[in-house]
């Protein structure tokens, strides 16, 4: 019987201490919400309690959210949990890596709408195996059109017709820097000639049943399909892209660039006996279906070279980002399409850091650039309610470095360039490492994003439209990475119900 209500008595004070324990952990949980630094999204926060969330659930729904989302020290006992599974992995460091890949490219691209190809990556535990071989489809058809205004892998690529700038970037940073530092002017830099005015563009609808492909090339040639991309999203995109160019002046531009995330380009690193690189077929087929004005750059052809060639700082490997010169190249490749001269990667002073490194010794850098010229950043909401906003934070140790992260639900950039233009850059966080690179060729740079719940006209003071003609936006930079890009709804539903409102 004594034993019996011992028992009785330890449970209850267990059920008693996990009880307490909860209620401290919602107390200490934070009741906003905020961005994951290794997840790449918001975590709820604390939820309304109203008349109209009770009745439909959308409380409850909250609660289970924030509770998930918000216990404390969330990240650091993640963290400690994935080293505690690691030390008991047996596998080899290149089954763990592609493993990680494959699950961390699912879930990014599953959380953003969209959807891998069937045969994306091969069983891990069979590496050493003859993988299964899915050739090209020959029955794919060919874009109508040539693409014009794509850069190329090569970061020689000849420019378009723009007529060549008559002035280039004088100004040399200093040699070092501290975080505090007073950072030297510069010389404006050479102001844009637009693309003169073209013939109007026919654009062929393209097949149906058509499907292009992001391919793995193995070093005998074949290919292995990663992403597939149906002819209806492409056509379905371009009309977004055909949408935004019309709300942009005469003389103003779109570019767009789809990005892998690390998953792919760290496993054509690690698997460099077997992967001589990648190929995309989508950027193509996107070019051929978008109008004047509208250009699309391939970016694992502009990486493609570099990646191939050894380069293993592009992505990094304790995070599904790229890196600052990952952006940078494809910076480059772009304003070499437009004949601009480039501001070099060197050029730029930085301060390096130790991100990380995996069990394994693969170290992470973090490469913080100190700008040319003085930049000043605000957050803007309701027009013209505004706050501070970083460009580099010094600070960090992750990719948070790149402009503090994602601030919504609009951003500025004042460069004092003198070049009489303005950009804006809709992106995911893969922008954050492209802006910085961006700065020297316009007096301003917006940003937004427009994925679901990051953006809101009521927030913003106007609807998207309203804001581009408000700001004067010259040209648009749409940046985003696979797992906001074409197959997902934040492209094919979201952004076209957010810029047509």
Not at 23 to 39: G, M, Q
Not at 145 to 172: D, H, K, L, Q, V
Not at 444 to 452: A, P, S
């Amino acid at each position: 019987m004594k034993e019996g209500k011992g028992s009785y008595l330890i449970m209850l004070w267990v059920l008693i201490g996990s009880l307490c324990l909860g209620v401290l952990l919602v107390l200490l949980a934070p009741r906003e919400a905020r961005p994951s630094t290794t997840e790449n999204r918001m975590l709820s926060g604390a939820p309304e309690l109203t008349r109209e969330t009770l009745l439909s659930g959308a409380f409850f729904t909250g609660i289970e959210d924030f509770l998930s989302d918000g216990f404390f020290a969330r990240e650091d006992v993640i963290s400690k949990a994935d080293q505690l599974l690691g030390a008991f992995d047996l596998r080899t460091e290149e089954q763990r890596l592609i493993q990680l890949a494959v699950d961390t490219d699912q879930k990014l691209v599953a959380d953003a709408g969209g959807e891998l190809s069937t045969d994306s990556h091969d069983d891990t535990t069979a590496i050493a195996e003859t993988p299964t071989i899915t050739e090209t489809p020959t029955g794919t058809p060919v874009p109508t059109s040539t693409p014009t205004a794509t850069p190329t892998a090569s970061p020689t690529a000849t420019p378009t017709a723009t007529p060549e700038p008559t002035a280039a970037p004088t100004t040399e940073p200093a040699a070092t820097h501290t975080a505090d530092d007073e950072h030297p002017s510069a010389t404006p830099f050479a102001t844009m000639t637009p693309a003169p005015t073209e013939t109007p563009k026919v654009i062929t609808p393209l097949a149906a049943d058509a499907t292009y492909y992001l391919y793995l090339i193995e070093q005998s040639g074949t290919k292995l399909e990663n992403y597939d991309y149906p002819a209806e999203n492409i056509m379905t995109f371009a009309k977004s892209l055909n949408h935004l160019r019309e709300l942009l002046p005469e003389d103003g531009e779109v570019h767009y660039m789809q990005v892998p995330v690390a998953a792919v380009g760290v496993r054509l690193c690690v698997q460099r006996s077997r992967f001589a690189g990648w190929e995309s077929t989508m950027e193509d087929a996107l070019q051929s279906q978008v109008t004047n004005g509208v250009y699309i750059h391939n970016a694992p052809a502009i990486l493609n070279d570099h990646l191939a060639a050894g380069e293993m700082d592009l992505y990094y490997f304790t995070d599904h980002h790229w890196s600052a010169k990952g952006a940078w190249y494809a910076l480059e490749a772009i304003m070499q399409s437009r004949g601009m001269p480039v501001v070099s990667y060197e050029e730029y002073t930085y301060q390096r850091k130790k991100m990380g490194e995996n069990e394994y010794g693969r170290e992470d850098w973090i490469e913080a650039m100190y700008p040319l010229n003085p930049v000043r950043g605000v957050v803007l909401k309701e027009l013209d309610q505004e706050r501070e906003s970083m460009l580099i934070n010094y600070k960090a140790r992750n990719y948070m470095a790149y402009l503090n992260g994602t601030e919504t639900p609009w951003r500025r950039f004042d460069t004092g360039y003198g070049t009489d233009r303005k950009a804006l850059v809709i992106c995911d966080s893969f922008g954050n490492a492209f802006v910085p690179y961006l700065l020297p060729y316009y007096d301003e740079v917006h940003m937004t994003d427009l994925r679901r719940d990051y953006f809101h006209p009521e927030e913003a003071g106007g609807t998207f439209s309203e804001l581009l003609a408000y700001h004067q936006i010259d040209d648009v930079y749409v940046i985003l990475s696979t797992s906001n890009g074409i197959n997902s709804s934040n492209s094919l539903d979201v952004f076209w119900e957010t810029i047509t409102q």
